[in-house]
């Protein structure tokens, strides 16, 4: 991320978790930010969670982070906590003014009087020829009422009279709650055999499940935009700053990062934004028998994000389906320690370092099995997805993947690995037959060489010559070639031993010389 940099420095403040429990021991924070002031701070945000940086893009100098709401109420105010900020403003020399970013949802005040005042502004807009703009003010101060009943029950927002050089947005991410009942729909409509088309469609859209996966998603891009066209900092929280915090500072960093979108960085991004700063693995997916209440699909949402986006940008990610997949699968399964435990202090009193395993070099030694083969990483630099409603699928392989009954569908991704794997291997089987090929026509071209040098180099003297023509000519018989000698009888067997020795299989030269040596004997 390039840092530690003039502007952002590595804070010991919190190493022994006095500060914040729920943080980790090493954060980045403002290089002009006092060790008095991040303790202020922290005394005024929620579980203090104080301002720290989550990610820095070294080209636009902007900044990415993430704390818990202040706790301000209606008058209250802290001034460690406005120098803080305007620290992190400072940071960015591109920049003065920073963005901050409350991810919590739009609501109406349930009052008369805000009843009142949102139709007489209707009213008075319906002919006005600038309606579109003034709908979009006015949905962000619906937002701003609902925030104000925030500030009245000691939860709150920050104040833009006390903040200098701050811009606040608004984005409707709902909370666990909603997200748990909806889940819940979700799954009933699933689970229902015999459902036709329509009836499906419409238990899907009565779910409101794709609705709040797109809301995650915008608040997202607003994130990615915000430091790509504006090169402004972003201030990102939410109630406590563990649940849509960590899911909008995530997938942020995945947009206008193209490291995270590989299997290692993948793994850098979820240890950074979800186990390190404290989503509370074990309350939201239930591994314990605690407040049912607190369960809630948040860390699923985030996968199903990064899936849609997978599908959107099908050659932006080194990594396919299946390894979001099974990222899911052993968040639940409980046999790797990673996600074990609401917080690095927590997994450290448990020790879960020396009594369990990694769930990343298991993923990663089958990593094959995970590649995307479309994937090319110098395409895409900052991905620009598009949230119009037909762009969000139902994930049918998350949710319907131990569904026997279903007829099986080979993915596009599978198809094309396999097809990888074939090629690949016809490739291995030409370069053997090649090198197969190319040594034969070596040893032929050898043999040729040999031929010839035994050519040129074959004697040529008188006595060779002699006993080359003897092997051509045709050998006498060997009872012609043994010849009486005067005053002999046939019946003499005197040499009946050189007949036995003619009758032996002994080169033709050989014989006659034997031949000539008895007759002249």
């Not at 007489?120 to 020829?129: C, D, E, N, P, T």
């Amino acid at each position: 991320m390039g840092v530690p940099n003039s502007n952002w420095q590595l804070s010991d403040a919190n190493r022994e978790y006095k500060i914040c429990e729920t943080y980790p021991r090493e954060l980045y924070v403002p290089r002009i930010a006092s060790k008095p002031i991040i303790v202020g701070s922290s005394k005024f945000r929620s579980k203090g969670r104080f301002p720290v940086l989550s990610y820095y893009h070294q080209n636009k100098e902007a900044a990415i982070c993430r704390c818990s709401q202040p706790l301000s109420g209606f008058s209250a105010r802290c001034l460690e906590d406005e120098h803080l900020l305007q620290a992190i403003s400072k940071a960015n020399p591109v920049n003065r003014y920073m963005y901050v970013m409350d991810t919590r949802p739009k609501r109406r005040m349930q009052s008369w009087w805000a009843t009142q005042k949102d139709i007489g502004r209707i009213i008075v807009r319906i002919s006005s020829k600038i309606w579109n703009d003034e709908k979009i003010r006015e949905s962000d101060e619906k937002k701003r009422l609902n925030a104000m009943a925030n500030r009245a029950a000691g939860k709150g927002y920050e104040n833009e009279d006390n903040y200098s050089n701050i811009r606040f947005q608004f984005v409707g991410i709902e909370n666990i709650h909603v997200m748990r009942s909806s889940l819940q729909k979700l799954l009933e409509v699933n689970g229902t055999k015999g459902l036709s088309v329509n009836d499906f469609y419409s238990g899907l859209e009565s779910s409101g499940w794709l609705r709040h996966i797109k809301a995650v998603m915008d608040a997202a891009i607003f994130l990615a935009k915000a430091i790509m066209v504006e090169n402004a900092s972003v201030l990102v929280h939410c109630s406590d700053g563990w649940d849509r915090t960590s899911q909008a500072c995530s997938l942020g960093s995945l947009l206008l990062d193209s490291y995270y979108r590989t299997l290692k960085g993948f793994v850098v991004l979820i240890e950074k934004d979800w186990i390190s700063f404290g989503h509370k693995f074990s309350e939201r997916c239930g591994h314990l028998d605690g407040d049912p209440k607190e369960v809630s699909p948040v860390f699923t949402q985030f996968l199903e994000c990064v899936w849609h986006l997978t599908e959107q940008f099908p050659q932006a990610f080194e990594f396919n389906e299946a390894f979001l997949l099974q990222i899911h699968e052993h968040i639940h399964s409980c046999q790797f320690g990673n996600f074990l435990g609401n917080c690095q202090k927590e997994r450290e009193e448990l020790k879960l370092k020396e009594k369990t395993y990694s769930l990343w070099p298991f993923l990663l030694d089958g990593q094959k099995t995970y590649l995307n083969p479309l994937y090319k990483s110098q395409k895409f630099e900052v991905l620009e997805p598009n949230t119009v409603s037909f762009n969000f699928k139902f994930w049918r392989n998350m949710y319907h993947q131990f569904d026997r009954t279903l007829h099986p569908r080979q993915l596009v991704c599978n198809i094309i690995m396999n097809m990888n794997e074939e090629n690949k291997q016809l490739e291995k089987d030409i370069k053997d037959l090649e090198s197969k090929i190319k040594q034969h026509k070596n040893e032929q071209i050898d043999g040729v060489h040999t031929k010839e040098l035994l050519h040129s180099v074959r004697p040529e003297s008188p006595t060779l010559k002699t006993a080359l023509c003897f092997k051509e000519q045709t050998l006498l018989p060997v009872n012609d070639a043994l010849r009486t000698i005067e005053g002999s009888s046939p019946a003499d067997n005197r040499y009946s031993e050189c007949a036995e020795e003619f009758s032996k299989a002994e080169p033709a030269v050989v014989s006659l010389e034997y031949g000539v040596a008895r007759m002249t004997c």
